[in-house]
């Protein structure tokens, strides 16, 4: 692993293989997708990363964007943009894989947002059902062996 300093990710290039014919090494339809799928930053990140060799360790900071014309703010907000999406997957603490193609995606799969939102709404449906399995009181239908009616509410 390459030295570091703070506020440093170790980013291990995991590559596609192919021909040798393509600018900067990448399938035309994995930075064509891209280009659909990334904002125009996220997509100079994407580049900027994906033109490093295949298992090259590249140690990435906010100072080599800056030297590229991206400032601190873009540079996290970006990056952060490449990690939701799937190019870059954590492996432990600040080291992450990058992938030219998103890392778990799958046709008619849904977006990790709406699949988290489904999810917490499934987990939150669970909680509502238990709940009312524990409340019987609401669904106790026992008539009262006396005649008279009581007209009192007990909480």
């Keep these: 692993m390459p030295q570091t300093v703070p506020n440093q990710k170790i980013i291990h290039i995991n590559r596609e293989s192919f021909d040798g014919k393509q600018f900067l090494g990448i399938l035309k339809e994995n930075w064509y997708a891209a280009n659909k799928d990334l904002s125009p930053y996220g997509l100079v990140?994407?580049?900027y990363i994906?033109?490093?060799a295949d298992g090259y360790n590249l140690a990435?900071?906010?100072?080599?964007a800056e030297e590229a014309g991206i400032t601190k703010t873009t540079y996290h907000k970006y990056?952060?943009?490449l990690i939701n999406k799937g190019y870059l997957v954590q492996r432990s603490g600040n080291v992450y894989d990058f992938y030219e193609v998103p890392k778990g995606k799958c046709k008619n799969a849904f977006p990790p947002c709406e699949l988290e939102s489904l999810l917490d709404e499934q987990d939150s449906l669970q909680d509502e059902i238990s709940h009312l399995r524990r409340n019987r009181e609401i669904n106790n239908t026992d008539n009262p062996t006396d005649k008279k009616i009581k007209k009192e509410f007990v909480f």
């Design 45 to 47: 990140l994407y580049l």
């Design 60 to 64: 990435l900071s906010q100072v080599a």
């Design 79 to 81: 990056l952060n943009e």
């Design 50 to 52: 994906a033109g490093n």
